[in-house]
């Protein structure tokens, strides 16, 4: 497969808002949690938009909840770098949330455009450091879980669903972290997340006005996996 590479033109007019704030974007406006001098995993996520039934939307998946790190937890297509995937400070995280987002969702990648990046962030829980990759599906293919061994359920949410007040609310972590969620297509998007899709709402004016005195906790089930495997 030819390397990726991020092409600006050619977006949806809903699209370039999205497109102007992550090229703007700095990591202490998206996190506290930044990349360590030395160290951490590279790794890339897909945060890919499309338009389906509902207008404009996001591709997500259920992490299995059998998987070391982050098992159950909704999240963006991705994973850590392969060498084959490139320089971490280069192409490789296009590279590696194309071919992860392939693997885990049968996405066929000739239809995806991608157009821009984010800086890259921490997990300090798995000691990931991650670059969100923005791409726009722009011709769209069938998509289901591969292999049930690493992906649970692959899901659409529209925009609209995530920008909804009714649908936001501030997560309570029994570890004490506090963050941004969204109650959505039946489930709790929380963690990192929920906390790049919040500052891209937020800095591409897609954001509605929410109550974030209104706090979540996690479901038992949620709780005992983030026990059991650290997340």
């Known amino acids: 497969m030819t390397a990726p590479a991020l092409v600006r033109d050619g977006l949806p007019a809903w699209l370039v808002p999205v497109r102007e704030a992550a090229e703007r974007a700095v990591p202490e406006q998206l996190s506290r949690f930044l990349p360590p001098a030395e160290g951490g995993r590279p790794s890339a996520v897909l945060m890919l938009f499309g338009e389906g039934p509902a207008g404009p939307d996001l591709l997500l998946i259920e992490r299995a909840r059998s998987l070391r790190s982050h098992a159950g937890q909704p999240s963006f297509p991705g994973g850590a770098l392969d060498p084959e995937d490139g320089d971490p400070a280069g192409g490789g995280p296009l590279a590696a949330a194309l071919r992860e987002a392939v693997e885990e969702t049968g996405l066929d990648a000739s239809g995806v455009q991608l157009f821009a990046r984010l800086p890259a962030l921490y997990i300090p829980v798995s000691g990931f450091v991650v670059t969100p990759v923005l791409g726009w599906w722009r011709v769209e293919s069938p998509v289901a879980v591969v292999d049930p061994a690493e992906t649970g359920a692959v899901f659409r949410v529209p925009l609209a669903e995530l920008a909804d007040p009714a649908n936001r609310a501030k997560l309570r972590h029994p570890s004490g972290f506090t ?53």
């Open 179 to 231: 963050g941004p969620a969204f109650q959505v297509a039946g489930r709790l998007v929380w963690g990192f997340t929920a906390g790049v899709i919040d500052r891209v709402l937020h800095f591409s004016g897609l954001e509605r006005p929410w109550d974030d005195r209104r706090t979540v906790e996690l479901s038992e089930e949620a709780v005992t996996l983030a026990q059991r495997h650290g997340s």
